[in-house]
């Protein structure tokens, strides 16, 4: 059985500042990725530096822009090693309701319960960067 991490909110800003702020390494750096490169395409390689022992790698495997991203892990740690993420966006009165999703965890273990707690917080973090600019220096970040 695999089980799935899911998450919405909506961010009071467009589709295109939320599929931004998602998918370029410029902003990634700025409320998740300690350092990260990649281009919003398909089939194309993100890497997602979080520390030295943290240095993990994925492939885009859905892109529209605006609309919908979703990378696949391709070398992490062995929990998130099979795992998938993304976001679809949608129109919302007040702004882009973004619906997330972190599929294929093999196990509903302490880790899979850790890190959907901790896209809970990343995902303020997203919010609050794009809302109102807040920069949460790597190092506090959860």
């Known amino acids: ?18 599929f931004d702020a998602f998918t370029l390494p410029a902003h990634l750096d700025k409320w998740w990725t300690l350092k990260s490169s990649g281009t919003p395409q398909l089939n194309s ?3 997602l530096n979080f520390t030295d022992k943290y240095d993990w790698y994925c492939k885009v495997v859905k892109c529209e822009p605006n609309k919908e991203f979703y990378l696949k892990m391709t070398q992490a740690d062995e929990d998130w090693n099979p795992t998938t993420f993304g976001v679809e966006l949608e129109d919302h009165k007040e702004g882009t309701l973004l619906k997330f999703t972190h599929t294929d ?9 850790n890190t959907a707690f901790c896209w809970a917080l990343l995902l303020k973090g997203l919010k609050n ?14």
């Open 1 to 18: 059985m695999e089980h799935t991490i899911y998450h919405d909110l909506v961010i009071k800003v467009s589709k295109d500042k939320v």
């Open 45 to 47: 390689e993100y890497n």
């Open 105 to 113: 965890w093999e196990h509903n273990n302490h880790h899979f319960r």
């Open 129 to 142: 960067y794009l809302e109102k600019g807040i920069v949460l220096p790597f190092e506090k970040r959860d």
